[in-house]
C-alpha cells in the first residue's frame, strides 16, 4: 500500500498535487472524488476536508488540505526529492508559495469573475489590484529561471500551475515572462506525466 493517498478530482486544483507527487517520484494512491453529493459533499468526505474541498492528501496520520500547503507539506517530507531549499534558505521560496496562494489565486479569480477592486478599495484587499499582483509575479518569475532562485522548488508548482492554467484560461494575461515561466515548467516530465494521468481520470469520468 501506498504511503501517500491523493483525493482529488482530474478537473480541479488537484492537479497541482498529483504534478507535485509526480515530482517526488514516491508510490501514491489517488482516489477520484466526484463533485457533490457522493464526492465532495458526502460525511466521509468532510471529515476529511470541511471545506469539501479537493484536492486533500493524507500521509499516514497526517492529513493535508489547501494545495500550496500540501505542495509544502511534500517537499519536507520526502526531502530526497529536493524541492525545498535548507531552512536557512527559504526566504524567496516562502514568499511566492504564500503570495501565489493569498494574492495571485484570489486576485486571478476575482479577474476571471469580473470582480475588479477600486483604487480606494485596494487598500483593504490582500492582493491589492488584478494589475498590482501580476506586475509583482513578472517580476519575481523574470529575475531568475525559478520563482525561488536557482533551483526548481515546490513553489514552482504551485506558481508555475497557476501561471499555467491562467494563461490557458485567458485569466493571467499572456505577458512574456508568465509565457516563458510556463513553458519552463510544462516542460517538466513529471508535469507530463502528471497532466496524461490526469487526462485519462478526466476521459474516465467523463465516459461513465
Ligand atoms: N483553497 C483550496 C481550493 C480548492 C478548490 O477550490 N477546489 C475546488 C476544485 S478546483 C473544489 O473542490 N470544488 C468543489 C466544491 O466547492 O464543491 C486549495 O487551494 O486547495
Request: net charge negative.
Amino acid at each position: 500500500m501506498a504511503d501517500v493517498t491523493l483525493y482529488t478530482n482530474p478537473m480541479s486544483r488537484g492537479r497541482m498535487a498529483r504534478w507535485m507527487l509526480e515530482e517526488i517520484g514516491a508510490p501514491y494512491e489517488r482516489v477520484v472524488v466526484p463533485y457533490g453529493e457522493g464526492g465532495t459533499a458526502a460525511a466521509q468526505y468532510r471529515a476529511l476536508n470541511p471545506m469539501g474541498k479537493v484536492p486533500a492528501i493524507r500521509h499516514g496520520d497526517a492529513v493535508v488540505t489547501e494545495t500550496a500547503a500540501i505542495c509544502a507539506y511534500l517537499a519536507d517530507a520526502f526531502p530526497a526529492a529536493g524541492l525545498a531549499p535548507e531552512p536557512a534558505h527559504r526566504a524567496a521560496y516562502y514568499r511566492w508559495l504564500f503570495f501565489a496562494a493569498g494574492c495571485l489565486e484570489p486576485a486571478v479569480t476575482m479577474h476571471a469573475l469580473q470582480v475588479e477592486i477600486s483604487a480606494e478599495r485596494s487598500r483593504m484587499v490582500g492582493f491589492g489590484t488584478y494589475a498590482r499582483t501580476l506586475d509583482a509575479l513578472e517580476a519575481a518569475v523574470s529575475a531568475g529561471p525559478y520563482i525561488a532562485g536557482d533551483r526548481f522548488t515546490a513553489a514552482d508548482v504551485y506558481v508555475g500551475a497557476q501561471v499555467t492554467w491562467g494563461l490557458a484560461f485567458g485569466s493571467i494575461e499572456p505577458r512574456a515572462a508568465f509565457t516563458a515561466y510556463s513553458e519552463r515548467m510544462a516542460a517538466r516530465e513529471a508535469y507530463r506525466r502528471a497532466t496524461a494521468l490526469d487526462d485519462a481520470d478526466a476521459k474516465e469520468m467523463t465516459a461513465e
